[in-house]
């Protein structure tokens, strides 16, 4: 992935990093720790015992290549680890220790979750680890670690206590850990609902060689206003998506139509999270902007528009409840709550696959429905204004959640023909 962060000082990397990791509910006020080796050879730590939702730049612990220590409070209880990772693992110049409470689930069942729940966690992650109990903060602890970290390992479940994630810096070992905690609740969730399916290596493969960028480029773009008002409403849309835990670094496309069935779309290969009005790819009569990468699923996005004229904006993505679904292969009815059905009508979901260039997919773009899963992969939703469609997604997740929470109280008892059928008349017609 494209880095943007080496010339921000590791200080200010872990203070932003900390608090997405806060805010998004995967750490606790207390627990949870990273930090960065710098070319010098010193490291660079969360503090010991003080408030993660709080952590300033100026918090942030020095502790030199010699041992020297600098800062205003002591490195993390949890440095040793840190240290012995560094020490294993040269390439490794980042890492990030937390207890998330989906895999902590994993951690005290001692199970691996199996990144192959979707398309491009295998990738991210690589394969996972799994270091056995001992005390916290020791070098015993150390030790048990960094052997895994030996053995080529980037990211550990660890026994009874949470996850450690390395990275080539911290925006790689924050995907990693984003992508692992995902799975963690997918399986978990879908698990409420079903039995989850696992992709095999070689469906995953397949993911991954699809071309990219595979689009012409175009000499010469233009930026009228109206184009760049919609670069900006596409970044505060995915930094929102981010922000509800409806979309992750690694994946997720979002694109708005600009003239006739020319658009504006996320690109490949870069952090959702840190996205900028630069990294958006226009897309002009076919042609992409020079030098830039488009989404994978830039394809699918310009079919959409060439088929569906009602349709202005797009938004893929992963959210944990759908995904969920799209996992068991069990039937996300929408037939909950009235404003669910009037939004959604009834989603369809697709075969793993189907969403390949390669393969047959007029089911994907013809006829749009506005929310429509792939297997394995991702939630598609399609709608007028950008907002609306980001509010579809939020009400589809929403009802994804109650049915998978409502599942252990019984079952779910849908509205009925007559009921829909008023709904319809009221509402859409
Ligand atoms: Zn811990």
């Not at 951690?107 to 992650?125: D, G, L, M």
């Not at 996005?301 to 904006?313: A, L, W």
Request: charged share 25%; hydrophobic share 35%.
């Amino acid at each position: 992935m494209k880095r943007k962060n080496k010339l921000i000082h590791p200080r200010d990397q872990i203070t932003t990093i900390i608090s997405r990791i806060y805010k998004r509910g995967m750490t606790t006020t207390s627990g949870g720790n990273i930090s960065i080796i710098d070319d010098n050879g010193d490291i660079w730590v969360t503090p010991s015992a003080i408030d993660k939702g709080s952590l300033r730049a100026s918090d942030i612990i020095c502790v030199k290549k010699d041992g020297t220590i600098i800062g205003d409070h002591k490195p993390s209880s949890e440095f040793p680890f840190h240290k012995a990772i560094y020490e294993a693992r040269p390439d490794i110049k980042s890492v990030i220790h937390a207890h998330p409470p989906a895999l902590v689930s994993f951690s005290i069942v001692r199970q691996i979750p199996n990144t192959n729940i979707i398309s491009q966690a295998k990738h991210i992650c690589g394969p996972i680890g799994y270091a056995e109990y001992r005390l916290p903060g020791s070098e015993d602890l150390g030790e048990v670690i960094a052997d895994e970290f030996k053995k080529g390992f980037k990211a550990i479940i660890m026994e009874n206590h949470g996850t450690v994630l390395g990275g080539s810096d911290l925006t790689d070992a924050f995907e990693r850990f984003e992508a692992l905690e995902f799975c963690a609740r997918t399986i978990l969730y879908g698990s409420q609902i079903g039995t989850p399916r696992y992709l095999t290596d070689a469906q995953i493969d397949d993911f991954e060689a699809q071309a990219t960028g595979v689009l012409p480029e175009m000499k010469d773009a233009e930026y009228p206003s109206d184009e760049v008002e919609k670069r900006l409403e596409i970044c505060q849309i995915v930094q929102r998506s981010c922000q509800q835990g409806l979309m992750i670094s690694s994946y997720g496309t979002v694109s708005m139509r600009w003239n006739d069935n020319d658009f504006l779309i996320t690109p490949t290969g870069i952090n959702r999270w840190d996205l900028d009005l630069d990294d958006i790819v226009q897309i002009k009569d076919g042609k992409r902007e020079a030098g830039k990468k488009p989404s994978r699923a830039a394809w699918i996005h310009q079919e959409i528009y060439n088929r569906n004229p009602e349709v202005n904006s797009i938004i893929m993505t992963q959210s944990p409840y759908l995904m969920a679904f799209g996992v068991t292969g069990s039937y996300l009815n929408v037939r909950t709550i009235p404003e669910s059905w009037i939004f959604l009508q009834d989603i369809k979901t697709l075969k793993y696959g189907a969403h390949f260039r390669k393969n047959n997919n007029s089911d994907l773009v013809d006829n749009c429905a506005t929310a429509l899963i792939i297997e394995n992969d991702s939630v598609i939703i399609t709608g007028d204004k950008l907002l609306q469609t980001f509010d579809y997604l939020e009400v589809a997740e929403f009802s994804a959640k109650s049915i998978v929470l409502g599942n252990s109280l019984g079952e779910m008892v849908p509205i009925n023909d007559n009921q829909v059928e008023d709904l319809r008349k009221k509402f859409l017609s």
